[in-house]
């Protein structure tokens, strides 16, 4: 019923260059994968290369953030107007490296939100606890706040239109993936969450993306749990055949 969906975060790799040469053999090695979404999202200045290197195929172009206002002096940001321009479909909200080093907090991103959902761009918007968090069995209070923090005074109907990404911080480039049991649980708790908000039909077509250290040997287990959907994967995602085979996870 919940298409899986598997991005790519990029970060901060790779030139246009070579953003375009991963994108083309991305494209080479999962050309036979269906029932699938793709969705890479690279660096701002690669994303036109990349738009081009993913025409005429399934695969998804996604951004890494933006701003909240389509456009005004905002010197060194960029509008969600100028993603749709480019191509994408999605972008990524609140990671947690945009929480830690740039200060985003749930108004913040409650705005960028909006400005996103309005302009018909699908949010990828991430959640998730520090270690210490999760030491102090704050987990779920965590990812309460945030859901709800991000999506105060948001409706969403069409389900099609959010994804939301679990990311513990602990696991994100760690290695430290984690277990099946931790991510379904959470991942129970953040679809009850948008239940709350939106009723159950709803919450049951919002694809929920795990992400932290998922690789090509850890994705069937985390993709057999019945709330996970698809997954936001930054290290793996940067070598075509180890995205690709997360891809094909089955
Ligand atoms: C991420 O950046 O969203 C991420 C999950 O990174 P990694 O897969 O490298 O842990």
């Given amino acids: 019923m919940r298409t899986p969906i598997m991005a790519g975060n990029w970060k901060m790799h790779k030139t246009a260059?070579?953003?375009?040469?991963?994108?083309?053999?991305?494209?080479?090695?999962?050309?036979?994968?269906?029932?699938?979404?793709?969705?890479?999202?690279?660096?701002?200045?690669?994303?036109?290369?990349?738009?081009?290197?993913?025409?005429?195929?399934?695969?998804?172009?996604?951004?890494?953030?933006?701003?909240?206002?389509?456009?005004?002096?905002f010197t060194g940001e960029v509008s969600p107007n100028f993603l749709l321009d480019f191509g994408c479909k999605y972008v990524i909200i609140a990671h947690s490296e945009r929480r830690q080093h740039f200060g985003e907090d749930d108004a913040l991103i409650n705005r960028k939100l909006k400005a996103v959902l309005g302009l018909g761009l699908v949010p990828v918007f991430c959640v998730g606890e520090s270690l210490e968090q999760r030491e102090k069995d704050l987990t779920f209070?965590?990812?309460?706040?945030?859901?709800?923090?991000?999506?105060?005074g948001i409706q969403v109907q069409d389900p099609s239109r959010l994804v939301v990404a679990y990311e513990p911080v602990w696991a994100i480039g760690t290695g430290k993936v984690a277990t099946p049991q931790q991510a379904q649980e959470a991942h129970r708790y953040l679809r009850d969450l948008l239940a709350g908000l939106w009723g159950t039909e709803t919450a049951e077509g919002v694809r929920l993306q795990y992400g932290g250290s998922v690789k090509p040997d850890n994705v069937r287990e985390l993709m057999a749990c019945p709330d996970i959907d698809g997954a936001l994967v930054g290290g793996a995602s940067l070598d075509a055949g180890s995205f690709a085979r997360i891809v094909r996870f089955q």
């Avoid at 969705?39 to 695969?59: H, M, N």
């Fill in 17 to 73: 260059a070579e953003a375009t040469a991963l994108a083309a053999g991305i494209v080479e090695q999962v050309r036979e994968v269906t029932g699938v979404e793709v969705v890479l999202c690279p660096p701002f200045t690669a994303l036109g290369t990349v738009a081009e290197a993913v025409k005429g195929t399934t695969i998804s172009l996604g951004a890494q953030n933006c701003h909240y206002e389509a456009q005004g002096a």
């Fill in 141 to 152: 209070d965590v990812l309460r706040k945030q859901v709800l923090g991000g999506l105060a």
